[in-house]
């Protein structure tokens, strides 16, 4: 009997400590896990997107998160993001500049994502837009926006140099003769071409010329410019020729913004310009674009280069989803994510910051419900485009001090300071003590 009631009060015991051990892990498993989620620009945008977001991902999964919104801008993130990372106080999950991208490898800051990409994630992402973020086979963000620059022209220009509009050029030989074309009979230059600013180069005019020659960014993993590859010296020729000895562009591009061109586009002093789809804000000022054909204006991929087996690529850029490494709940983070870049509240996000859609599956089961039907043809033809495009960053660390010593090589040659020769050594040169400082 005495045994008997010894192992009854045992066996109490014990279910007593596994009931008490099921509540802890219970009370543990029901407290939300704090994560730390930034999108940099629009804040109250991105808020509202990111508060709905939590929201659903808590009523559909079995993950409870509570979420805490870093607002920043895009200047600020520049900024700050390094010094965040050196001190381990980065985000949990954050969207990159792709320009920090290197960076925030270098300094061994990033999870690999390759666990929460699955096949149908991968299929509804164009290849160019992964490759952007594979490094070592390993992929480091999830593309989250792409904006791919294309070839503006105005139609009532070309009309009036005896250019057909629906026929836009097709090559180089035919944007030279374009270009002169509109330049002779017309008030307006042929090209727009802007060397003002660094960063505009790699995603302008010049960059499509040298993507399309080359099919690779300016400057690649090891340090070399396209200055050093024999497409690259004759696409600088080209360019330079276009401006000084054809006469075709505006005067002064080493003085010339975006902004600047975006005006001259609007205002018909230019014909032709290489620009994303930011540009539609200013030129529907002067055209309405609810008809392609009616429209003012035209978009049109990049001209084929004289070189054979390249292919005309356009630039795009992008700013991707990537997840800490100094995390404290990266499976958190990582299954957020995945919930963020469905095809829903991918299009969700598209529509908060009034993005380019660029992936199939939202196109297909939701369209483009932040655009007027006005805007679809230009949205949709970009779209397309990005399957011969190429990243506009190129994958260094140090890239901001390379890109301004490219720029420094062009306006120098351009302004007549050095032969184009002279100015590809000095370019090559100053992109050497730039990577290695």
Same mark, same amino acid.
């Given at each position: 009997?005495?045994? =008997? ?14 009931? @008490? ?12 896990? %704090? &994560?730390? /989620? ?12 990111? &508060? ?32 965040? /990372? ?9 969207? =990159? ?17 390759? !666990? ?19 490094? !070592? ?7 989250? *926006?792409? @904006? =791919? ?19 836009? $050029?097709?090559?180089?030989? #035919? ?5 002169? @074309?509109?330049?002779?009979?017309? %008030? ?17 005019? $010049? ?6 020659? =080359? ?13 050093? +590859? ?5 696409? +600088? ?15 002064? %591009? ?37 008809? $392609? ?19 005309? &690529?356009? %630039? ?16 958190? @983070? ?9 095809? #829903? ?14 992936? $199939? ?21 970009? *779209?397309?485009?990005?399957? !011969? ?6 994958? /260094? ?41």
């Amino acid at each position: 009997m005495k045994r =008997t009631l010894t192992i009854l009060v045992i066996m109490c015991a014990v279910l007593t400590a596994l009931h @008490a051990s099921g509540q802890k892990e219970s009370e543990a498993a029901a407290k939300p896990v %704090p &994560l730390r /989620v930034m999108r940099s620009g629009q804040p109250d945008a991105t808020r509202d997107f990111l &508060l709905e977001a939590e929201q659903a991902f808590n009523r559909e999964m079995d993950t409870d998160i509570d979420m805490e919104i870093v607002e920043t801008d895009w200047k600020s993130y520049h900024s700050r993001i390094m010094v965040w /990372v050196a001190a381990g106080q980065e985000p949990d999950l954050f969207i =990159t500049a792709g320009s920090k991208l290197y960076a925030l490898l270098e300094a061994d800051a990033l999870l690999p994502l390759d !666990d929460i990409i699955d096949s149908e994630l991968r299929n509804d992402i164009q290849q160019p837009l992964w490759n952007a973020y594979l490094v !070592d086979n390993k992929t480091y963000a999830i593309p989250t *926006s792409a @904006a =791919t620059m294309m070839l503006w022209y105005n139609k009532d220009l070309f009309k009036q140099a005896g250019l057909d509009p629906s026929e836009p $050029p097709r090559n180089w030989d #035919e944007l030279l003769s374009y270009s002169q @074309a509109i330049t002779e009979k017309t %008030p307006a230059r042929g090209m727009g071409v802007n060397l003002g600013r660094a960063y505009e180069i790699t995603m302008h005019f $010049p960059a499509m010329l040298y993507y399309s020659a =080359t099919n690779r960014q300016l400057i690649d993993r090891s340090g070399k410019s396209v200055f050093e +590859t024999p497409e690259g010296v004759e696409t +600088t020729k080209f360019l330079v020729d276009l401006i000084n000895k054809h006469r075709v562009t505006q005067p002064n %591009p080493e003085q010339i913004t975006k902004s600047d061109l975006r005006q001259q586009l609007r205002d018909g002093r230019i014909a032709m310009y290489v620009d994303g789809f930011w540009v539609m804000k200013m030129l529907k000022e002067v055209t309405d674009f609810s008809d $392609p054909d009616a429209c003012k204006f035209g978009i049109a991929h990049a001209p084929a280069s004289p070189f054979s087996g390249k292919k005309a &690529l356009v %630039p795009f850029n992008g700013e991707p989803w990537v997840v800490s490494s100094h995390s404290k709940n990266p499976d958190a @983070a990582k299954r957020f994510l995945r919930f963020l870049v469905t095809p #829903e509240w991918q299009m969700r996000h598209d529509l908060a910051i009034s993005q380019m859609t660029f992936r $199939p599956s939202v196109w297909k089961e939701y369209g483009r419900q932040d655009v007027e039907l006005e805007d679809e043809w230009v949205f949709r033809k970009m *779209s397309e485009s990005i399957k !011969d495009s190429i990243y506009v960053t190129p994958p /260094v660390e140090k890239i901001d001090p390379a890109k301004e010593a490219f720029q420094n090589a062009l306006v120098r040659m351009v302004l007549g300071e050095v032969s184009v020769e002279e100015g590809i050594e000095i370019g090559i040169r100053e992109i050497d003590e730039a990577l290695s400082d």
